[in-house]
């Protein structure tokens, strides 16, 4: 089976956001994306993972997006950090991945 390259972009931040993160994501070109609870402790203090945090929107969520292309990642990455983390808690970062059905991914697939 064939293996490509791609690029996946997290994104870990404040629930009450996602629908806004979801908009920016699909409006870059993304067919799809992962969302999960998201807890931990950073520069703005501890977060629980609690199914009932979830729902309430005081819980982190972890977005993950795969693109084909380098650039649509970085768009993607950079449109986060600049519009959101000035005023929600948050990180960005990106990861080469290798995926195994580049047809779920044709939009955002560069040969």
Partial sequence: ???FKATKVVIITEQMILDQVAHLIENAGA???TVTPAGGKGSRGVRST????VID???NV???VITGSKEAANRIADEVTERF???YSGITYL?????????????????
């Fill in 95 to 111: 990861e080469e991945v290798e995926i195994l059905r580049q047809d779920k991914f044709a939009l955002l697939i560069q040969s």
């Fill in 57 to 59: 929107g005081f819980s």
């Fill in 50 to 53: 609690g199914r009932a945090a």
């Fill in 85 to 87: 983390f000035d005023h």
């Fill in 1 to 3: 089976m064939d293996h």
């Fill in 31 to 33: 067919r799809g994306y």
């Fill in 62 to 64: 972890k977005i993950e």
